[in-house]
């Protein structure tokens, strides 16, 4: 009896949040949301599946959802078995003719197809693409030193539209297209914002392996302007892999991009208890 009241109680209580998830709900109909799955955050199969439901929850309720993905630990373990040495400069990964034929082999390849496959395996009908297909995102060279390294430079977003009237999910590989013919190698942020930014995207959501951006005492600030991020920046609270996140974050906003939120991709249904709960999950940024 006393098992029945406790599994009661969980029902009453999901039929609750279900019901509490209606004004968010409404909120994001037909709005345009930029997911960017970072390699470290798509880990086992199980997290996998479980982003993957949560991308094809959203479309249903009427959310554009896109997603750009990374991959750098997938690249890494495709270069040593190929004994390929790589080296990174403020979180960029120098990238000769040969690394770039990885880089490529590995995000258009093998992590693209696998997300595109987990969604449409929950229902849901994902393209693959790179930032290549179409123009979307055309590059140019960001610092000889780096090599095939683009900063994207002019976006061309009508193929994401033609695919959202189709019902359909974009998944893109972070590359982009040279105006000489060139294929170049985007840091995942980079392309996350860049995407979210020439859509004027609702929110970008770039899920990474911490709870949120860390105050100095290391605890996850849970709302930031663009202020709070200069004054943690200049102190070296926000460091390393942090830097480039809170980087495209702010360029985002400046876009047009109306928040950004930084929270963990591990934990289960993070997108979900972002967008539709009261709760919210990591860290979001706004103009302030
Ligand atoms: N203030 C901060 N708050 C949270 N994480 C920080 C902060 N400063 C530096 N970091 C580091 O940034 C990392 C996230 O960046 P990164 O490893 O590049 O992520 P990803 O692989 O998901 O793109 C965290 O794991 C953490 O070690
Ligand atoms: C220029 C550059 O550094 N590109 C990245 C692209 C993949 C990426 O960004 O992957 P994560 O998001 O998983 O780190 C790289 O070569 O690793």
Known sequence: MKKQDAM????????RTLSQALPYLQRYEGATVVIKFGGHAMGSDEAMETFARDIVLMQQVGVNPVIVHGGGPMINEM????????????GKRVTDAA?????????SGRVNKRIVQAINEQGGRAVGLSGKDANLMVCEETNPDLGFVGTPVKM?????????????IPVIAPLGAGMNGETFNVNGDTAAGAIAGALKADR??????????KNADGEVVTELTASHVHELTEAGVIAGGM????????????QGVRAAVILDGRAP??????????HGAGSIIRQG
């Open 269 to 278: 249904n993070a997108c979900l208890l972002e967008l539709f709960t009261e």
């Open 204 to 213: 970008l959501l770039l899920l990474t392996d911490v709870a949120g951006v």
């Open 8 to 15: 009661n109680r969980d029902w009453i209580a999901t039929a």
């Open 79 to 90: 270069l040593d078995k190929l004994e390929i040495k790589s080296d990174f400069v403020n």
């Open 99 to 107: 690394t770039m034929e990885v880089v490529e082999m590995v995000l």
């Open 156 to 168: 061309h977003t009508g193929v994401l539209e033609t695919l959202f009237k189709a019902d359909m």
């Open 243 to 254: 830097i480039p996140k809170t980087e495209t974050a702010l360029n985002a906003l400046n």
